[in-house]
């Protein structure tokens, strides 16, 4: 039986020698106090790890994580991260980041119902079932996933948004911004769901999560509008964009 880690600490070892030998002052700067200007609050799913899908050092990012990125307003580990990140550090964007794929969500959607998890994400299946017979019209089960996912990491943005804590800051006019992004798992893309909100203005101009459900748009919006945008922005040489071997014959 191996009782002892050792493979884990000699590819420690390992690590720690490339990043000096890469940059030499790497372990000086991580060494001073961290001053990360986001807090990233996303699922514990170990396929995704917030510095690595936003190709950000460490010290870059402040991270809260748990299964399938729910805010509980009740949950003293996320209400102390969230105080330590506004009050402290000062971050000016918090980002919920869900993904598709996700089996957190999977698992609130089932009937089952016998672990500790369940209580956890009861916010989740009790959305589900509150507008279970519109969901049950969508085309497929993956689109169901997909659709609960985007909406959950609606639903969270707004709680965080009238969290006291975020309600104060934003009182005495700090520079604070939510964010709601998903992570595809197939493509190592984020996409910006939305809502942005950034003043107690904007929270209550928002429309609720119940009738965002019935907001004609297709399950997998987030990323239909991150690729259309993609594809907005590239700028298409001559060739491409009249490749001769479709153009009609002027002839
Ligand atoms: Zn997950």
């Known amino acids: 039986m191996t009782r002892t880690l050792d493979y884990l600490l000699d590819r ?3 690590w720690s020698l490339a990043k000096t030998r890469d940059d030499p002052a790497y372990f000086r700067r ?3 106090q961290q ?3 986001y807090l990233w609050i996303g699922c514990s799913d170990s396929r ?20 399938a990125n ?15 990140a506004i009050q402290h550090l000062r971050v000016r964007h918090i980002i919920v980041c869900g993904h598709y794929g996700c089996g957190g969500i999977e698992r609130a ?7 500790m998890v369940d209580h956890w994400l009861q916010p989740i299946t009790m959305f589900h079932r509150k507008h279970r017979a519109h969901f049950d019209r969508l085309s497929s089960r993956t689109a169901l996933l997909d659709r609960v996912s985007e ?18 800051a934003w009182s005495r006019g700090q520079d604070l911004h939510l964010h709601g992004w998903i992570y595809g798992m197939h493509d190592g893309l984020i996409r910006d769901l939305g809502p942005h909100v950034s003043s107690i203005e904007e929270r209550d101009a928002l429309p609720s999560i119940d009738q965002r459900v019935f907001h004609a748009e297709e399950p997998a919006s987030g990323l239909r509008r991150h690729a ?3 594809f907005g922005s590239l700028k298409l040489t001559d060739d491409l964009a009249s490749p001769s071997c479709c153009m009609p014959d002027e002839h």
């Open 12 to 14: 420690n070892v390992a």
């Open 30 to 32: 991580m060494a001073e």
């Open 228 to 230: 259309l945008e993609a």
């Open 151 to 168: 909406l959950n990491i609606e639903m969270q943005v707004r709680r965080i948004a009238t969290m006291p804590l975020v309600e104060n």
């Open 70 to 84: 729910v805010v509980h307003t009740s949950d003293l580990n996320i209400l102390s991260v969230l105080e330590f």
């Open 109 to 115: 959607l089932s009937e089952e119902r016998s672990a």
């Open 35 to 37: 001053s990360p200007s």
């Open 48 to 67: 995704v790890t917030a510095n690595d899908v936003l190709g950000l050092d460490p010290g870059e990012v402040f991270v809260h994580r748990n299964i």
